[in-house]
């Protein structure tokens, strides 16, 4: 009770409008503002047409309640290019990070696990999804992208030869295993605006963090580490 107290009232004195976290024992405190951009992002992608439910993408009823967390209209997405690359477990994404996956799957992944290993990508290991929290679960740390269904954490790469490449040892693992992680992981940086990886810190050691979250003025910074 006493970190809830501290959290809240950080957010207080730094004037941010939303704040979450603070009623519940259960969920960590964090800091969280206003920011209208997402909800119009998430807007936008569902009138464009570009994110259909399919047997490998269910809409699920909205995410968050009161609190500064959620979705308006989350998807459970259980594998990506239409069924050929599972998510295990199903991921919780709003709507602009369905296109980003596919389209990171679609043009690094897929094509570096063919160069590497000469087999196709059939599935991916989601190590977290949509979960209402701080940054790095520090209590009264920023609210965490995975809090707005904004973020996708990956820990292992399966091959269609039963290769299993997990960021965890692959990272530092044979030279292949190196490389591929490195690509795809760059990779990612074309498609994501938030990408972190082992090199970036401790809390990113065994998966990469992708994310869709705006950074600077204009939003077009990206962080790629
Ligand atoms: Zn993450």
Redesign the pocket.
């Known amino acids: 009770m006493y970190m809830s107290r501290v959290a809240c009232l950080l957010s207080l004195s730094v004037l941010l409008s939303a704040v979450s976290g603070c009623s519940s024992e259960r969920t960590p405190a964090f800091v969280a503002k206003s920011e209208p951009w997402q909800a119009l992002e998430e807007r936008q992608c569902l009138a464009s047409g570009m994110v259909r439910t399919s047997p490998f993408l269910n809409a699920r009823s909205s995410l968050g309640g009161p609190s500064a967390c959620g979705a308006e209209q989350p998807f459970e997405m259980s594998a990506a290019l239409g069924g050929r690359v599972r998510l295990t477990p199903a991921a919780t994404l709003r709507c602009p990070m369905i296109p980003a996956v596919d389209r990171w799957v679609a043009t690094v992944v897929e094509p570096a696990a063919r160069f590497h290993f000469g087999a196709s990508i059939v599935g991916m290991k989601v190590a ?1 999804s949509y979960g209402c929290r701080p940054i790095n679960h520090k209590w009264g740390a920023k609210l ?1 992208q ?1 809090g707005l269904a904004n ?1 996708l ?1 990956i820990s292992e790469f399966r091959l269609a030869d039963g290769h299993k490449i997990s960021v965890k040892s692959g990272w530092w693992g044979s030279s292949r295993e190196r490389q591929f992680l490195r690509d795809v992981h760059r990779g990612a940086c074309d498609s994501f605006t938030t990408v972190l990886g082992p090199l970036a810190d401790r809390y990113h050691h065994d ?1 990469l ?1 992708l ?1 869709l979250a705006r950074h600077g003025k204009n939003g077009t910074y990206r962080v790629c580490r």
């Open positions: 977290a965490s995975h973020a954490d998966h963090h994310d």
